[in-house]
């Protein structure tokens, strides 16, 4: 069986979660502490060299980095969150790609600095408040006609997006971001997940 190290409050965990809900695998989960800085002890770090999360183990196969970890369960599970089309799957890269340059950086600035308390010079939130209404303005003209961002198929791509968003809807990142549409419309198909519901820890 998968074990998961991890941390259900980590946003690369929790796609690693929504991963394994989304396509029914079974899996331990150990929760390691970062108060007690478990994630930098030297067990972590045989698993994960940067002192990172997550980490998982399959039955003696290590891995380590979120984006990874998904594709690896999913190619696992017959790829049900991979579009078999050439093109759809590029399309699919393309969007963790934006996520991972365009998008979680300047998320995260809020995140960062009002959930985990952070401070951001008003520089950088200048900064990252307009990028990321740049980026949510591309987002929201590729969902205005589709529920997904692969089309109709929920795929790696939607989830890798979940957690950021989950955060920054509760930072002052919302006007921003709430004045998409069509984005907020996606989001909210994912926020109601069950794969997701799960990861995230809500009922």
């Known amino acids: 069986m998968i074990k998961l190290y991890g941390n259900p409050m980590s946003t690369c965990t929790r796609k690693v979660l929504c991963t394994l809900h989304e396509t ?4 331990e989960f150990v929760t390691l502490d970062f108060g007690k800085g478990e994630h930098k002890a030297p067990a972590h770090l045989a698993r994960q060299p940067f002192g990172q999360i997550p980490a998982i183990d399959d039955d003696g196969f290590s891995l380590y980095e979120s984006r990874a970890i998904c594709r690896y369960l999913d190619g696992k ?15 699919m890269e393309q969007w963790i790609s934006i996520e991972t340059e365009n998008f979680t950086p300047h998320a995260m600035k809020f995140v960062y600095a009002e959930v985990f308390k952070r401070p951001q010079t008003p520089e950088v939130m200048a900064t990252a408040t307009e990028k990321l209404d740049t980026c949510c303005g591309v987002l929201d003209k590729a969902l205005t006609s589709s529920q997904f961002l692969c089309g109709e198929q929920f795929t790696i791509a939607d989830i890798t997006y979940a957690p950021y968003l989950e955060y920054a809807m509760n930072t002052s990142a919302k006007p921003t971001i709430s004045k998409h549409p069509h984005l907020v419309a996606w989001w909210n198909r994912l926020a109601e997940r069950t794969s997701w519901r799960k990861a995230a820890g809500r009922p």
């Open 24 to 27: 029914g695998t079974p899996f």
């Open 77 to 91: 599970a017959g790829n049900k969150l991979t579009p078999s089309d050439a093109k759809a799957r590029a399309r």
